[in-house]
């Protein structure tokens, strides 16, 4: 069985500071990793994937994570947050065989001016 | 542009009431999901479709249904059985074997209030 845990419920940080929403995962076999992004009263999006190959991978909107195998973690970081970042980010895992993703409880992300 | 719509986006189900939330996407994906998302516990999976005519149960499928006739669409209705509907349901797809790794593409989710 496959898990998430995102660490933080909620993370508020001032414009222009750095961030980091942790997530850590647990699963027996080969994963996929993934971020995705929620904004008030919407579906969600794509920020990034870890698939295989390079452990750091980059994403839309400046932001990257760091997929850490032998911490079963995948931390997302902004070196610079603005207050358009507001939103709630879901981590996420999918083994590399099958059809099901299993999600995080989310992070809520609130950028102060 | 490619997609997936969600309709309606706000629904109100009377106590004892059947209601269908309706997902298309034009993705020409194989694989959809219906997921129910509660304030604080992230996203459960209620159903979901590998291919037309076939689909399985998730986490959470009791008190719902689905169908899947046609590659496009996947209907959800919520029945009577289901005692505490109210959520934000959100539609997804995906396209295994694509070299996308399981990626999702959501709809743009649908609010249901039981009144």
């Known amino acids: 069985a496959q898990s998430v845990t995102q660490l933080d419920s909620q993370v508020p940080v001032f414009e222009e500071a750095p961030v980091e929403l942790r997530c850590n995962y647990s699963s027996s076999v080969s994963v996929y990793l993934f971020w995705y992004v929620q904004y008030p009263n919407q579906g969600l999006q794509l920020l990034l994937k870890?698939?295989?190959?390079?452990?750091l991978v980059k994403g839309i909107n400046g932001f990257e994570a760091e997929f850490n195998k032998s911490q079963t973690s995948f931390h997302l970081r902004k070196p610079s947050v603005h207050i358009s970042d507001t939103a709630e980010y879901f981590c996420a895992v999918s083994n590399t065989g099958g059809f099901k993703t299993i999600f995080g409880a989310g992070t809520r992300l609130f950028v102060k001016a | 542009d490619g997609g997936i719509t969600q309709s309606p986006k706000y629904l109100f189900r009377k106590e004892g009431q059947n209601v269908t939330l309706s997902c298309e996407q034009n993705?020409?994906?194989?694989?959809m999901y219906w997921y129910r998302q509660d304030p604080g516990q992230g996203l459960r999976l209620i159903y979901y479709?590998?291919?037309?005519?076939?689909?399985q149960k998730g986490d959470i499928a009791e008190g719902y249904s689905v169908s899947r006739e046609k590659k496009e669409s996947f209907p959800l209705t919520v029945t009577s059985a289901q005692k505490n509907p109210t959520a934000f349901y959100l539609c997804?797809?995906?396209?295994?074997?694509?070299?996308?790794?399981?990626?999702?593409?959501f709809g743009e989710g649908s609010w249901l209030t039981v009144v």
């Open positions: 997804a797809s995906t396209h295994p074997g694509t070299g996308q790794g399981n990626t999702i593409y």
């Open positions: 870890y698939l295989s190959g390079s452990t």
């Open positions: 993705l020409n994906h194989d694989a």
């Open positions: 479709s590998q291919i037309v005519n076939d689909f």
